[in-house]
């Protein structure tokens, strides 16, 4: 299973003819100015972030196989220490444990188990960026464990995952997702109200578990009608 959203690319040699093309006038100090004035005038509207555009190879999403435990493993792990505040290692350290006995190191048991899937997406065969979907009611579905390497942000690999999740649950009849994040996360938190998730509600989570540090983090609870 793949899934392609290709994004809209401007050829740098074409930007002066679509300028020329407008009907746009170039004053003399603008012709000074030369490719600092064609920058500024052909920027993408904001819907249009460059970005989010994947200007290198394309991005494929599929369902996770046992040979990617081992990146999948790694992405999980690479990503949590990267958001560990100093005061908190201990902590994330427990949650990342936690987490890998109980979910990531058994992915197909795991989802199966709460009638779900897991999927990677990758480029170049690199692994850039995981999803799951568990159950979370009758007609929802819970999105879990939204990643994407370091190395490969502002690509719109995150956008393109979330529109897949989306139609999957589409596909599945199922009417809603829900999902949360913490406030150590403020682009997923940016992300999520950008794509239309609104928020449910908030909280200090205390208690750890496999979805959560806990040690008084504030979680923010979304959910988006599809």
């Known amino acids: 299973m793949s899934s392609l959203w290709a994004d809209r690319t401007v050829?740098?040699?074409?930007?002066?003819?679509a300028l020329l093309a407008s009907g746009s006038t170039i004053s003399p100090l603008d012709r000074l100015k030369g490719a600092r004035?064609?920058?500024r005038n052909m920027l993408p509207r904001p819907h249009q972030s460059r970005?989010?555009?994947?200007?290198?190879a394309e991005i494929i999403i599929r369902p996770f196989a046992d040979a990617d435990a081992s990146q999948v493993r790694e992405l999980f792990i690479t990503v949590?220490?990267?958001l560990s505040p100093p005061?908190?290692?201990d902590a994330f350290e427990a949650y990342i444990e936690r987490a890998l006995a109980e979910e990531i190191d058994r992915i197909p048991a795991y989802y199966g188990q709460r009638d779900g899937g897991f999927?990677?997406?990758t480029q170049d065969s690199k692994l850039v960026g995981t999803f799951g979907l568990e159950r979370a009611s009758h007609d929802a579905m819970e999105l879990r464990r939204m990643?994407?390497?370091?190395?490969a942000r502002r690509r719109g690999i995150a956008r393109q995952m979330l529109r897949f999740a989306e139609d999957e649950c589409r596909q599945r009849n199922i009417s809603k997702i829900d999902l949360s994040t913490s406030e150590l996360q403020n682009a997923a938190l940016t992300f999520y109200k950008n794509a239309g998730y609104h928020l449910v509600y908030e909280e200090l989570a205390q208690t750890g578990s496999?979805?959560?540090v806990g040690s008084g983090i504030r979680r923010f609870y979304f959910e988006k009608a599809l």
């Open 119 to 121: 999927w990677v997406a």
């Open 37 to 39: 004035y064609l920058f």
């Open 11 to 17: 050829n740098s040699v074409a930007i002066p003819q």
């Open 210 to 212: 496999n979805k959560t």
């Open 87 to 89: 005061d908190l290692r």
């Open 80 to 82: 949590n220490r990267l």
């Open 147 to 151: 990643y994407v390497d370091p190395g």
């Open 51 to 56: 970005r989010e555009v994947d200007l290198s």
